[in-house]
């Protein structure tokens, strides 16, 4: 089996073709996976930042997936062999293999049935992104006219969160580089922010009283650094546990469910988000696409064609 694998933490991703095909144990669904993305989960587990929950080598990368069921283990019942899936591999203890590979196998619970109407190439990217996006944003609670603040709009999650405040009537601000105003605008941002420094004086200026709202998918290791933007009583909500703690404060630590999956396949299919594609790159060229991600500014997502 083919499979994009790290042999040793700090070493680049590479391609192997001798690896046992994995099978589905109880409650599994072994999955032919034709679609992939580029996680920041992936370069830091190339880089040896879960060296306690990947302790084995190879590590096969890859979260995101999306393709045909090949076998269902015992006490599966949602799904069946020949059916189109999408959702993702969660990380566990120890780390299951991931999707960046031609057979992935993971929990019923981790996928839903992709519709027809969805093509594979974006259902292959949504998993990881679109669940965090919606579950920050139902945590935010916003109601029609809120202004909500959120950090990373360009990326993955930031993006489908900006489209998902707008859809709940929000008026939503964020910061980005004059090269991004256009694009940010297309998502649905009212207003571009300066990034930086500046983006501090330009959130006071444009809302004294400060905003209802905050959504970080950027900060990590700290305290989102523009709480004090948020008025008394907001809410702020962080992907990256950097939302602190206490009465309004929520860290999106949850994995994919089957009920998410299905918010955002709806979501995807009635045009309530969409998920732009920055590149695409061949299962053969994945570290190139972890590059890519990692070295270079992103609007978007980076897809990986498997098959």
């Not at 990373?152 to 707008?166: D, S």
């Not at 955002?264 to 590059?291: C, F, M, N, W």
Request: glycine residues 12%; negative net charge.
């Amino acid at each position: 089996m083919r499979a994009v694998t790290v042999s040793e933490f700090g070493t680049p991703p590479a391609v192997r073709d001798d690896l046992p095909e994995p099978v589905a144990g109880p409650g599994q669904v072994l999955v032919r996976v034709q679609a992939s993305s580029v996680n920041w989960l992936d370069a830091d587990l190339a880089h040896g930042l879960f060296t306690q929950t990947a302790p084995h080598r190879p590590i096969i990368l890859g979260r995101d997936f999306a393709g045909v069921v090949e076998a269902v283990g015992e006490g599966v019942c949602t799904v069946g062999i020949g059916d189109e899936v999408f959702g993702e591999v969660p990380m566990g203890e120890p780390l299951p293999a991931g999707a960046w590979s031609d057979l992935t196998a993971t929990g019923e619970h981790t996928l839903t049935h992709k519709p027809a109407a969805l093509d594979t190439a974006t259902a292959g990217v949504a998993a990881v992104a679109a669940t965090a996006a919606v579950l920050a944003v139902d945590a935010l609670d916003l109601t029609p006219g809120d202004t909500v603040l959120v950090v990373g709009a360009t990326g993955g999650v930031g993006g489908i969160a900006v489209q998902l405040a707008r859809a709940a009537g929000a008026t939503v601000l964020a910061p980005g580089l004059p090269e991004d105003e256009q694009y940010l605008r297309g998502l649905g941002v009212n207003e571009v922010l300066p990034r930086g420094d500046d983006a501090f004086a330009a959130v006071r200026k444009h809302r004294p009283g400060g905003v209802d709202a905050l959504l970080d998918a950027v900060t990590v290791y700290e305290i989102t650094p523009f709480a004090d933007v948020v008025r008394g009583g907001g809410r702020i909500a962080a992907t990256t546990e950097a939302a602190g703690y206490g009465p309004g404060r929520t860290n999106i630590t949850r994995g994919p469910c089957t009920e998410i999956l299905g918010r955002v396949a709806r979501h995807l299919v009635d045009g309530t988000i969409r998920i732009p594609l920055q590149e695409s790159y061949d299962l053969a060229d994945a570290a190139k696409a972890l590059d890519a991600l990692t070295a270079h500014h992103t609007r978007g997502k980076i897809a990986v064609r498997v098959a």
